[in-house]
Structures are given as C-alpha cells and as structure tokens.
C-alpha cells in the first residue's frame, strides 16, 4: 500500500504582480454603494408608482378607453424595444472629456422631470387628440426612463 497524499488545489493569492487582490466588497465603501443604490431608487419611485397608477389614470381621470390605454402601452414597449440597443450604441462611441455617461446623464434628466410632469397634464381637448397626447408623452417618458436607466446600469 502506498500513501499518497492528495492535496486540494490552493486558490491563487494574488495578482501576477504579486500583490494581493482586493474583492469588491473591500473596494466599495458604504458610501459609494449608498451612492450607487440612492441613484437606482430614485428612478424606481417615481417609475414604479407611474406604471401601477398610469392605467388608472387613463381611463378614469383622462378619459381613454382601456383599449387605446393597453394598445398603447403596447406600442410604446415595441418602440422601446428598438430604441434601448440603439441609446447603448450611442452610449458606448460617445467620447467626452467628461466621460462617455455624465454627458448624457446631463442631457436627459430634465427633460425626464419634465416629462414625469407633462404626463399628467390633462388638457381640454378632442378624444383623438388625447390619445395622441397621452401615447406622445407616455413615448418620451419611456425613452427618457430607458436613457437615464441606462446611465445608471452601464457605468
């Protein structure tokens, strides 16, 4: 009979350099992942409660039928569907001297406020029209929502 000893791999201690690595949760401090999760809950409050009361608003404050209120919310998911690979493209060639996302975090989030505001505005107008105008605003929030998400993610 032989003794052998088998021994378990040894995981790696450092980097090639020999210098110890670091795991993520070493690198972040509390106040950079606070940062981070206060970014991507900001746009989670004003979204979320959007998207619960949006149909409600529609019908019954607006005056759209459900199905122009569902046909659109349709359509709007397919233009957005277009447009996110489109804004990532745009994001990942953009060169700046101030970075390739804190340009476009400038650009879109007031425009996003706006947006949020005009959405809810109801004006006096024809039924025609107010489809019109809910479908045009409803588009620019998401495609301002899809912009300012991104920021958010990609960096």
């Known amino acids: 009979m032989s003794d052998v000893v088998q021994q378990e791999p040894q995981q790696p201690t450092g ?13 972040m401090s509390f106040l950079e992942k606070t ?13 979320n409660p959007i998207t619960m009361f949006l149909s409600f608003f529609y019908t019954d404050i607006f ?3 459900p199905a122009a209120v569902a046909t659109m919310f349709l359509v709007v998911r397919i233009f957005d569907a277009f447009f996110d690979p489109i804004y990532g493209a745009i994001l990942d060639n953009t060169r700046s001297k101030y970075g390739r996302y804190r340009k476009w975090m400038a650009v879109f989030t007031i425009p996003f406020a706006i947006s949020c505001l005009i959405m809810f ?9 107010k489809v019109t105008y809910a ?3 409803y588009l620019l929030l998401s495609l301002l929502y899809s912009a300012v998400y991104s920021l958010l993610l990609f960096r």
């Open 35 to 47: 940062a981070f999760g206060a970014g991507d809950a900001a746009c989670n409050l004003l979204f």
């Open 121 to 129: 505005y109801t004006p006096e107008i024809s039924y025609g029209l």
């Open 63 to 65: 005056g759209l039928t």
């Open 135 to 137: 479908f045009v605003t």
């Open 15 to 27: 980097q090639a350099d020999g210098t110890s690595s670091k795991t993520l949760k070493e690198r």
